[in-house]
């Protein structure tokens, strides 16, 4: 196992809710990671986090925030919920800057009705 | 244009075959490369880094031709627990994080 966690595992919402994923970073790393995948793609990147600022967005909406804690687990909060943001969310953890691995999540299934 | 683009599949091949992946990216600016392993409904998981000179790691061989912005994945001798879904990663610079995946291949391996 990784040692990187994620809560909850499965999540039901409603379209036009807001809700809050949390993950917990592998010991030693600063750096968190989020992405998005949906059913038969590849994940896509959100945003990464690295000691608490924001350090780099993919392609998403502001509706798409988060956070990052001094103990360096992190949040991702959405806004405002689309039926398209029914998905797997992963997390992943690694290291500061440099050639290093990323570590993954077992991800939250969210699903918005 | 994806920025990655993988051949979806799948692949069925039988028991001790050799079957090889490519992956096309279109940011020649592209940093670092990877193929990692997906199981049914579970998280990616590093398979191996991919660098210029090529790379083996037991039956994996992973190439890399940047000049055609060119990534392979080769199994040899396949097993049934290859049966996964094989994604290719590529990076914009050095930092682990913010990957640009392919949406990947899956492949079957059968008795």
């Known amino acids: 196992e990784t040692g990187v966690t994620q809560s909850p595992t499965h999540l039901i919402k409603t379209r036009g809710q807001q809700v809050t994923l949390r993950c917990s970073s592998q010991s030693g790393h600063n750096t968190v990671s989020w992405y998005q995948q949906a059913l038969g793609q590849g994940p896509q990147f959100i945003f990464q986090y690295y000691r608490e600022e924001e350090n780099g967005r993919g392609n998403f909406p502001p509706r798409f925030s988060g956070l990052q804690f001094p103990n360096y687990s992190s949040e991702l909060n959405v806004n405002a919920l689309e039926l398209d943001d029914s998905a797997l969310y992963l997390c992943?953890?690694?290291?500061?800057?440099?050639?290093?691995?990323?570590?993954f999540g077992p991800g939250t299934r969210l699903t918005v009705t | 244009r994806k920025e990655v683009e993988q051949d979806p599949g799948p692949f069925n091949v039988p028991e001790g075959a050799t079957v090889a992946f490519n992956c096309t990216y279109s940011n020649s600016a592209s940093q670092s490369f990877f193929w990692y392993r997906q199981d049914c409904r579970k998280e990616p998981k590093l398979l191996m880094s991919?660098?210029?000179s090529g790379n083996e790691d037991g039956r994996f061989t992973a190439q890399l031709n940047r000049a055609s912005q060119y990534i392979s994945l080769l199994i040899r001798d396949s097993k049934l627990s290859d049966s996964a879904t094989y994604l290719c990663v590529v990076n914009r610079d050095t930092n682990a994080g913010k990957s640009t995946f392919g949406d990947g291949t899956t492949l079957t391996v059968k008795p």
């Open positions: 991919v660098y210029s």
């Open positions: 992943a953890s690694s290291r500061d800057s440099g050639r290093h691995e990323q570590y």
